[in-house]
């Protein structure tokens, strides 16, 4: 009885481990994803006409593009500056004798 | 099942459910570390390699001597500066190489670069290098030296090479996320246009609709200085001067970002008049 009962515990406990390490994987890749030097934009859904208000207030749609072009404008100043660093650095490999 | 094997058996589950919960968290720190090393790896690097600027004097110096007097002494202190000399690049090229795999750790984590065969090569390398860094110790004449110079001059020359693929690919995958996001939001802008059906005849709109559509085509010509990019880094091998083709590659990375700069700010001005 005991062993069936610890059986059935491990069972329960494997899944949480497994939900868990799921849950931490995709919690850390999220965070690597913030750390993009060029993040990856999400294409969504046309804007509904219904929701564009009269008033002069900047639609939700007209925002995120406004936000994305931001974030591209960021991503191409880092994408300008070379990286000299990988500009491979000078050795001597003569004795010179 | 007696007692003792019972609590035997309860011990060994909670090991186990201890490491399933403990292996996820391990990975993160890893993979987390792996991200935010090249900046520290660069800096040791950079360090290492003033360290081995600063022998390169007393190196001339010994050797001057050497090939003025020639007396054994002599030889023995240009050898003993030679290999002290050699140790410090040996270190310096280590540290080099972990920073390049870093760099191309990011770019596959970032930009979806998805090839292993410089990782290999890297790793072979680097194997090549730590070994070599024990060997300096025992080298015991200058024609032993020479030879052990050569070996290692033909080994930096793959590094070298490695260096400048790792900047083209950064580069070139760089430019071709960014081409891929601005692409995204153009789609974006045109849904927009297209479900604003009450605008029709609306000439500021149809005047802003027109620079949309103009600036869009631009975004083809990227393609052509990606292109010839991508022909410069097949270009890079051992025996090219890369130090040009990395130079040629870069102007048509220029190129590319000019347009992409002008591209996104006349979106912004279009989003701006859409207000």
């Given at each position: 009885?005991?062993?069936?009962?610890?059986?059935?515990?491990?069972?329960?406990?494997?899944?949480?481990?497994?939900?868990?390490?799921?849950?931490?994987?995709?919690?850390?890749?999220?965070?690597?994803?913030?750390?993009?030097?060029?993040?990856?934009?999400?294409?969504?859904?046309?804007?509904?006409?219904?929701?564009?208000?009269?008033?002069?207030?900047?639609?939700?749609?007209?925002?995120?593009?406004?936000?994305?072009?931001?974030?591209?404008?960021?991503?191409?100043?880092?994408?300008?500056?070379?990286?000299?660093?990988?500009?491979?650095?000078?050795?001597?490999?003569?004795?010179?004798? | 099942?007696?007692?003792?094997?019972?609590?035997?058996?309860?011990?060994?589950?909670?090991?186990?459910?201890?490491?399933?919960?403990?292996?996820?968290?391990f990975l993160e720190k890893r993979s987390y570390g792996l991200?935010?090393?090249h900046a520290e790896l660069y800096q040791k690097f950079s360090?290492?390699?003033?360290?081995?600027?600063?022998?390169?004097?007393?190196?001339?110096?010994?050797?001057?001597?050497?090939?003025?007097?020639?007396?054994?002494?002599?030889?023995?202190?240009?050898?003993?500066?030679?290999?002290?000399?050699?140790?410090?690049?040996?270190?310096?090229?280590?540290?080099?190489?972990?920073?390049?795999?870093?760099?191309?750790?990011?770019?596959?984590?970032?930009?979806?670069?998805?090839?292993?065969y410089l990782y290999v090569n890297l790793d072979k390398e680097?194997?090549?290098?730590?070994?070599?860094?024990?060997?300096?110790?025992?080298?015991?004449?200058?024609?032993?030296?020479?030879?052990?110079?050569?070996?290692?001059?033909?080994?930096?020359?793959?590094?070298?090479?490695?260096?400048?693929?790792?900047?083209?690919?950064?580069?070139?995958?760089?430019?071709?996320?960014?081409?891929?996001?601005?692409?995204?939001?153009?789609?974006?802008?045109?849904?927009?246009?297209?479900?604003?059906?009450?605008?029709?005849?609306?000439?500021?709109?149809?005047?802003?609709?027109?620079?949309?559509?103009?600036?869009?085509?631009?975004?083809?010509?990227?393609?052509?200085?990606?292109?010839?990019?991508?022909?410069?880094?097949?270009?890079?091998?051992?025996?090219?001067?890369?130090?040009?083709?990395?130079?040629?590659?870069?102007?048509?990375?220029?190129?590319?970002?000019?347009?992409?700069?002008?591209?996104?700010?006349?979106?912004?001005?279009?989003?701006?008049?859409?207000?």
């Amino acid at each position: 009885m005991m062993k069936k009962l610890l059986m059935l515990l491990l069972a329960i406990l494997f899944i949480l481990a497994l939900v868990y390490m799921f849950v931490r994987f995709e919690k850390n890749n999220r965070f690597s994803e913030n750390k993009v030097r060029v993040e990856e934009l999400s294409p969504t859904a046309p804007p509904d006409v219904s929701l564009v208000s009269p008033t002069p207030t900047i639609s939700p749609e007209l925002q995120e593009i406004e936000n994305d072009l931001k974030n591209i404008e960021k991503d191409l100043q880092k994408v300008k500056s070379e990286d000299n660093r990988l500009v491979p650095p000078e050795f001597i490999f003569d004795l010179g004798v | 099942m007696n007692k003792a094997a019972k609590y035997k058996f309860l011990e060994t589950c909670i090991v186990l459910i201890l490491m399933l919960f403990l292996f996820p968290s391990f990975l993160e720190k890893r993979s987390y570390g792996l991200e935010q090393n090249h900046a520290e790896l660069y800096q040791k690097f950079s360090q290492s390699y003033q360290k081995y600027q600063t022998l390169i004097d007393p190196f001339v110096t010994q050797k001057n001597q050497y090939l003025a007097y020639r007396s054994l002494q002599a030889q023995v202190d240009f050898l003993n500066s030679a290999k002290s000399l050699i140790s410090a690049e040996v270190e310096s090229i280590v540290l080099y190489v972990q920073f390049l795999k870093s760099i191309l750790a990011e770019a596959t984590a970032v930009l979806n670069y998805r090839e292993n065969y410089l990782y290999v090569n890297l790793d072979k390398e680097l194997d090549y290098f730590l070994l070599q860094q024990t060997k300096v110790a025992s080298l015991s004449s200058l024609g032993e030296t020479k030879d052990f110079l050569k070996d290692l001059q033909s080994h930096y020359q793959n590094v070298s090479l490695f260096a400048y693929q790792v900047k083209a690919i950064v580069e070139i995958y760089s430019v071709d996320k960014t081409l891929g996001n601005l692409k995204t939001v153009s789609d974006k802008i045109e849904n927009y246009f297209g479900s604003q059906q009450n605008w029709e005849g609306n000439l500021h709109i149809d005047s802003a609709k027109e620079v949309f559509l103009k600036e869009r085509a631009e975004l083809d010509k990227i393609n052509i200085h990606l292109n010839t990019a991508r022909e410069y880094e097949s270009k890079l091998s051992t025996r090219e001067r890369n130090k040009d083709i990395a130079k040629d590659l870069r102007r048509e990375i220029d190129s590319c970002v000019d347009i992409l700069e002008r591209v996104n700010s006349s979106y912004l001005d279009v989003v701006n008049s859409l207000k």
